[in-house]
C-alpha cells in the first residue's frame, strides 16, 4: 500500500463519520496531513506505509502544535519494521498514539476502542485493578490463593489491582477466564499522553536563529505579554492565543520568493476553519497586500508598530 493510499483512506474513514476535514497539507513539509474535528473533538493526523519512518522532531512538533490547539495527534501506519501492524492494538511514537487503518476506522465508525498496546518486548494490555479486587472479593479469594492460580506473585497480582502495572494478553486471559468478567480496559487515544516536553523558550531560541521577521514579532507579542509559539513543519508559522478572549491566531509570513505561497494560504485558511481560528498572514511587501484579499495580511510595521495586541487584532 503507498501513503497515498492510506491517506486517502484515512479522509475517507473522517469523512463517513461527519468530521469537518482541512485540505491535504502539503504545500511544504508538514508534520499532519489533515486537521479534523466532529465539534468535540478535533485531531491532527499524519499517515505513514511504515511507522518506523517517523523522526523524533515531526512527533515532538506534532505534539506542540496539538497541545497548544487541545487537539490530538495521531499517527496511521501500514507497517513497524517489515511486519503489519495488527488490528486491535495501539502502537506509540515518541509518545504519539499509532494505529493501523483498520484500528481506526473501529474507533471512529464504531466507537470500538483497542485492547491491546503494543510496547518494546511485546503486547501488553490494562487492566481494571478496581473489578479485579472487587471480583476477587465476591469469590473469596486472597490476593496469594488468586496470585497462585494464575502463576504469578502476589506482588505482581497486588500492582494489577492498584493499577501500577500492565499485562501480557495471555495472562489477562487467564485472569479473566478465572474471574467470569472482563477485566482489560480499552485505550482511548484521545486521552493525553504523558510525554517529555520542551518548553516555550526551547522553540522560541529556534524561531529567533531562523527567521528575522518571526524573531521580531515574537519580541512585539511578549512585551503584550503574549506567548507566540513558532512552528516549523505545517503550513502556518506561529500560532497565538490571546490570554483573555476565545481568540486563537494561526499566522504564516509571506516571503516574496515562495512558489507554493497560494496552496500554503489555502491550507493555512483550511485549517483555521476546522480549529476555529483566525488566519494571518505577515509580510513586509506592501504590493502583495494590495493584490491579495483571501486571508488577512498586515505589514510587518503594522504589528511593530502596535502598542499592544488589542490594535492588532483590530487591523485583521
Not at 509570513?253 to 488566519?279: F, G, T, W
Amino acid at each position: 500500500m503507498e501513503r497515498a493510499e492510506i491517506v486517502g483512506i484515512v479522509e475517507s474513514i473522517f469523512k463517513r463519520a461527519g468530521f469537518n476535514i482541512s485540505t491535504l497539507c502539503c504545500s511544504r513539509p508538514s508534520c499532519f496531513d489533515y486537521a479534523l474535528s466532529d465539534g468535540t473533538k478535533t485531531l491532527f493526523v499524519k499517515s505513514y506505509v511504515n511507522i518506523c519512518g517517523i523522526s523524533q522532531s515531526e512527533a515532538y512538533e506534532l505534539k506542540k502544535i496539538s497541545e497548544q490547539l487541545s487537539a490530538t495527534p495521531l499517527f496511521v501506519g501500514e507497517k513497524v519494521r517489515e511486519k503489519r501492524m495488527e488490528d486491535d492494538t495501539v502502537y506509540s511514537r515518541y509518545d504519539v498514539y499509532t494505529v493501523n487503518p483498520k484500528t481506526l476506522e473501529d474507533i471512529i465508525l464504531k466507537e470500538l476502542h483497542p485492547l491491546v498496546e503494543a510496547v518494546p518486548g511485546g503486547y501488553y494490555v490494562r487492566l481494571d485493578g478496581e473489578n479485579i479486587r472487587k471480583r476477587r472479593q465476591e469469590m473469596g479469594l486472597s490476593i496469594g490463593k488468586l496470585a497462585d492460580m494464575v502463576g504469578i506473585s502476589r506482588r505482581t497480582l497486588y500492582g494489577y489491582e492498584k493499577g501500577l502495572a500492565k499485562t501480557s494478553v495471555s495472562t489477562a486471559y487467564q485472569l479473566e477466564w478465572i474471574l467470569g468478567t472482563p477485566i482489560v480496559k480499552p485505550i482511548n487515544i484521545f486521552e493525553k499522553k504523558n510525554g517529555e516536553k520542551k518548553g516555550f523558550l526551547a522553540s522560541a531560541r529556534n524561531a529567533i536563529t531562523k527567521n528575522p521577521m518571526l524573531k521580531a514579532l515574537i519580541r512585539k507579542f511578549s512585551q503584550c505579554n503574549v506567548k507566540i509559539l513558532h512552528v516549523e513543519k505545517a503550513p502556518f508559522d506561529f500560532i497565538v492565543k490571546h490570554p483573555e478572549r476565545n481568540l486563537i491566531l494561526l499566522g504564516g509570513i509571506a516571503l516574496d520568493h515562495e512558489k507554493a505561497l497560494r496552496k500554503r494560504m489555502e491550507e493555512i485558511i483550511s485549517v483555521s476553519q476546522v480549529v476555529e481560528a483566525q488566519p494571518v498572514l505577515i509580510t513586509n511587501n506592501r504590493n502583495f497586500i494590495e493584490e491579495n484579499g483571501d486571508v488577512p495580511l498586515l505589514h510587518e510595521r503594522e504589528i511593530l508598530k502596535a502598542k499592544d495586541l488589542e490594535e492588532v487584532i483590530a487591523k485583521i
